[in-house]
């Protein structure tokens, strides 16, 4: 589970949450590689689909891995550097945090497991070896 959660509350003033992420159609689904200075209302944008284009399209909803930035300019050298590495490479860094794919959108915005029923928080949780 990504530890970075934690630390969106001290990057919370005047909305600001500068981040790199990565977001999944499902568990080694189609990966789309973004970065904002608004995290939380981005990745809200993206998964009601409220934004035209790629993940939109291919129905990439689901948050898995993000990286907190103190600096945007931080940030987009960071995007820049994922966008070109393989999708391999891409794969082996969501799962080492991780591991199932699992949502991290409620988790980000306050959400926990037990205030939601499994399907909400997570969406069908795939399991290992179910990628088609």
Do not use: C
Not at 18 to 39: D, E, N, P
Not at 61 to 84: D, G, Q
């Amino acid at each position: 589970m990504n530890t970075h959660a934690a630390s969106m509350v001290s990057r919370d003033t005047f909305n600001v949450f500068i981040a790199v992420y990565m977001m999944a159609s499902r568990r080694h689904g189609t990966i789309y590689t973004g970065v904002t200075s608004k995290l939380i209302s981005r990745i809200a944008e993206h998964r009601d689909g409220l934004i035209d284009g790629f993940t939109k399209k291919y129905g990439v909803h689901r948050l898995v891995w993000y990286e907190p930035h103190e600096l945007m300019t931080n940030a987009i050298r960071r995007e820049k550097s994922i966008k070109k590495y393989p999708r391999d490479w891409k794969i082996n860094l969501i799962e080492r945090e991780n591991p199932y794919w699992d949502d991290l959108f409620p988790g980000l915005i306050g959400l926990n497991r037990q205030t939601l029923p499994a399907d909400v928080f997570m969406g069908r949780r795939d399991k290992p070896g179910d990628d088609g």
